[in-house]
């Protein structure tokens, strides 16, 4: 027992630890992080879940601190509190549920230890800025750490995170449904707040069957959106067929663009300005599905560019131009986005769907992702 952490904490834990780029995680024991300092929390992780980016940094081609712990979107139980949280309660309260040992909370990819001071966090627009937590930071603050990239993540028992990086779970959410909709939900719940859509309006997603997409669909529809989902692998079209959200579905490798525009009004708006939908959000990192949203997209239309692939998207100016298509880029947005998006969760029942794993098990759960199984793979600490 650490004497650091109180007699109820163990001085080591069981963790998944990538050692070299390109290769499986290692199953290990090593020593519990901490004890949090300032505005830090050590959680005891309920579940932890697997993000594209976490493919991306095992593959090296972000760089990043090794040995690494992965995952940066996970839920547990807060077991000891760093010296300045109360004062973070203090600031917050009426604001935020208080941060307490036994509180219930979801860990978000938001800032791990922002600066608070430098041109970023001074200068980000009100969207990007932890504008409700006292102390204002950016979201990119470039001397914060991100989970699961340069400070360990989730895929362990135990986690030292930033008390700014959580949420309070309502009782009636799991962990295993919280951690995915940490990042994956919580990046789509911005993208529908950061395009501040006209009620009623028409929103496609490309890539609807995977783990932010399926969760893009249930928001959409819970928010009175008429929702479009594209996918093309057979896995994650079924996933969204039985989700039963009203959103109408296109398998992308057997429908041409034109044919989805004729579907979508039975073929009665012959303008081609007026067709599309009104907003397309672009998951998939191939340029072959940025065009294809692209095309269904109607003039003055919003792209929403969700995925960063290393090589990028090739963009028409003619889209551009003399279309007036404008496009956003999305990342998790305001704490206060956070906050909405588990009242429209816990009201709303949205559920994200995922495939459940132990600990021990995270390189069959990297390749079960690999194989395109669609929806989300997360890591429940209760199996052994
Ligand atoms: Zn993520
Ligand atoms: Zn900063």
Redesign the pocket.
């Known amino acids: 027992m650490a004497a650091t952490h109180g007699s109820s904490i163990p001085s080591t834990m069981k963790a998944q630890v990538i050692h070299t780029f390109n290769s499986p995680y290692k199953f290990e024991d090593i020593p519990l992080p901490g004890p949090p300092q300032g505005l830090e929390l050590l959680i005891r992780v309920g579940a932890a879940s697997y993000?594209?980016?976490d493919a991306i940094f095992a593959s090296g081609k972000f760089g990043g601190n090794l040995p690494m712990v992965s995952s940066?979107?996970f839920a547990g139980t807060i077991v000891a509190l760093g010296s300045d949280v109360a004062q973070f309660n203090n600031i917050n309260e009426g604001i935020l549920t208080k941060l307490e040992i036994g509180t219930r909370v979801g860990v978000a990819?938001r800032p791990f230890n922002p600066c608070g001071k430098c041109w970023e966090c001074r200068n980000a627009p009100e969207d990007q800025k932890g504008v409700d937590d006292g102390v204002k930071f950016s979201l990119r603050c470039p001397q914060a750490s991100t989970l699961g990239i340069n400070a360990h993540g989730g895929f362990a028992e135990y986690a030292i995170v930033d008390c700014r990086q959580v949420v309070v779970l309502p009782d009636s959410i799991s962990f295993i449904d919280a951690a995915p909709l940490m990042?994956?939900g919580y990046?789509m719940f911005s993208a529908f707040k950061k395009g501040d859509f006209k009620p009623g309006s028409r929103i496609g997603i490309v890539g609807c069957g995977g783990g932010l997409g399926h969760v893009g669909l249930q928001f959409g529809a819970a928010l009175g959106y008429e929702m479009v989902g594209i996918d093309a692998q057979d896995g994650p079209l079924q996933l969204v067929k039985n989700l039963d959200t009203g959103a109408k579905i296109f398998d992308a490798r057997v429908t041409e663009p034109e044919d989805v525009l004729k579907a979508l009004d039975s073929g009665a708006v012959k303008d081609p300005r007026e067709r599309g939908v009104d907003a397309i959000m672009i998951l998939p990192e191939t340029q072959m599905a940025f065009e294809y949203g692209m095309k269904i997209l109607r003039y003055h239309g919003t792209c929403m560019m969700i995925s960063t692939p290393a090589e990028g998207f090739h963009v028409s100016s003619h889209d551009v131009v003399l279309r007036d298509i404008k496009i956003v880029g999305v990342l998790p947005g305001r704490r206060a986005w956070l906050l909405e998006m588990f009242d429209v969760v816990a009201e709303k029942s949205i559920r994200p769907v995922s495939k459940k794993y132990a600990l021990f098990q995270v390189n069959e759960l990297v390749k079960g992702c690999e194989e395109g199984q669609g929806g989300k793979a997360v890591v429940d600490m209760t199996l052994k």
Do not use: D
Request: hydrophobic share 10%; with cysteine; proline share 11%.
């Open positions: 993000c594209h980016t940066h979107e990819p990042c994956a990046t």
